[in-house]
């Protein structure tokens, strides 16, 4: 019998020294055409980001014309004065990049993804469409048609549907906000390339845009590449436009809004809060973690693991508007379904989770956890030049500095159980949320009023 030649183990791998991570800060600059330009340079980031941030804010379009800032976003990919909408493509396409825009309460964002090899041609490509866009009145009637067909399926989405409410139901109907962000179908049947011109001639200009250029820029002279792509863009200078503050009405109660027949209650269950500008926020974020941000959280410990009524309740903060003077806000909510039968129980149980935190208060284990995973994988979440440019715009959107990312994370590892508890209970107190559902009111509706947890209204969906 032949004896086997003994085992060689090759050395255990050892972990090796941890390094220090920050959230990386950006170097700031003005073009000759007033555009302002953050750039970060990442080693080893091949694909590179851009973001252009345009002050083209949803409350600044015109009476009746909800949804043109979305048309006009979406127009400015298809065509400019030298490229038809299908060459524009198709030139995005030889540079494998990809150039994606959106609309909302804060302005028109676009974002474009390019390997760094092709990013002057893209680069020029997006000077174009921002320089000259052709707002043909074909390709216009185009994006109005596909936005007219997107509004009905929309509506049939129990989670758009209730977001759609609980917007109506907190701002005044003379506020932007208490529309829908996209517009509806009398607005966007109202928009042509006419109104699409002039609201990117009123609104659109270098000298109230940023763009935010991250990447590895090694060998990359972007001074000159910017000069000579974004900096052909010309525009006139525009005085500031008064921002009005937010106003919401948080007086607890609750909206059925009535889907005959529907299985499942979709609840959306919200107020405003502060914003990213405020000193509680860091404690507001570690707060509603513990309470809905994860599958260890205090709500689906309860609703999920041990009731059994739901896959899953999330909650959240979302800045709808910032501005260093306090007059922004986001919007601080709730978020899950539960089975039709048990609505009401699951709601019960819910509240008494709010409760028991403004009473008994989170624990040192929640806050220790919330912490790891708030903190500790922020490394991994902005491994790509993507996620880098697209925090990045939004301190800019939102009127921070620029270091504010790495401030933030180095506040949350600060924070104790004490201030988190603080904030989640001010965040969410009982008697002042509104509360959306939208599902069976014949089925739901005795159950919810017998709760005592605010009036209840039923509305006809859509």
Not at 268 to 290: E, F, K, M, N, S
Request: net charge negative; aromatic share 4%; charged share 25%.
């Amino acid at each position: 019998m032949t004896e086997l030649a003994p085992m060689e183990f090759h050395p255990q791998p050892q972990a090796g020294e941890a390094k220090v991570w920050a959230f990386p800060a950006p170097t700031r600059g003005t073009l000759d055409n007033g555009l302002t330009v953050l750039r970060c340079h990442r080693p080893g980031q091949q694909i590179v980001a851009v973001e252009v941030l345009l002050d083209a804010p949803l409350e600044a379009e015109p009476a009746g014309l909800d949804g043109v800032a979305t048309i006009m976003a979406r127009a400015f990919s298809e065509g400019t004065d030298k490229h038809t909408a299908e060459e524009f493509a198709a030139e995005l396409e030889r540079c494998g990049a990809t150039l994606d825009s959106h609309a909302d309460h804060p302005g028109v964002r676009l974002s474009l993804e390019v390997p760094v090899s092709r990013l002057p041609k893209a680069l020029g490509l997006l000077a174009d469409a921002l320089r000259a866009p052709a707002f043909a009145d074909s390709e216009v009637e185009r994006l109005v048609r596909n936005r007219l067909d997107e509004i009905p399926h929309e509506l049939a989405n129990p989670s758009r549907r209730a977001a759609k409410e609980l917007s109506r139901q907190l701002f005044p109907a003379t506020a932007r906000m208490s529309r829908p962000r996209q517009g509806t179908e009398e607005t966007v049947e109202a928009i042509d390339s006419a109104a699409v011109r002039a609201f990117y001639e009123r609104h659109v200009r270098p000298a109230t845009a940023t763009a935010v250029v991250v990447g590895d820029l090694t060998g990359t002279d972007l001074d000159a590449l910017l000069a000579d792509t974004l900096g052909s863009w010309t525009g006139s200078s525009a005085e500031s436009r008064p921002v009005p503050p937010v106003t919401a009405d948080d007086t607890g109660r609750i909206v059925i809004v009535d889907r005959p027949g529907a299985v499942q209650t979709q609840l959306l269950i919200g107020r405003v809060g502060p914003d990213r500008h405020d000193r509680v926020w860091p404690a507001q974020v570690l707060g509603t973690y513990c309470l809905g941000g994860t599958l260890t959280s205090r709500l689906d410990r309860v609703l999920r693991e041990e009731k059994g009524y739901t896959y899953g309740v999330r909650s959240f903060g979302q800045v709808l508007r910032s501005a260093p003077d306090g007059s922004g806000a986001a919007m601080l909510a709730i978020s899950g379904s539960v089975d039709t039968p048990n609505t009401g129980p699951a709601l019960e149980d819910l509240w008494k989770v709010l409760r028991t935190l403004a009473e008994g208060g989170l624990t040192d284990a929640e806050r220790d956890v919330a912490v790891q995973n708030l903190v500790g994988v922020a490394p991994l979440k902005y491994e790509t030049a993507a996620a880098v440019a697209s925090t990045l715009a939004d301190q800019v959107e939102q009127h921070l500095p620029d270091d504010y990312q790495a401030t933030l994370y180095r506040r949350l590892a600060e924070t104790g159980t004490v201030e988190a508890t603080a904030a989640v209970v001010s965040a969410f107190p009982v008697d002042r949320l509104v509360t959306v559902l939208v599902g069976d009111a014949a089925q739901i509706k005795e159950a919810v009023e017998a709760l005592g947890i605010g009036e209840v209204t039923v509305v006809t969906a859509e």
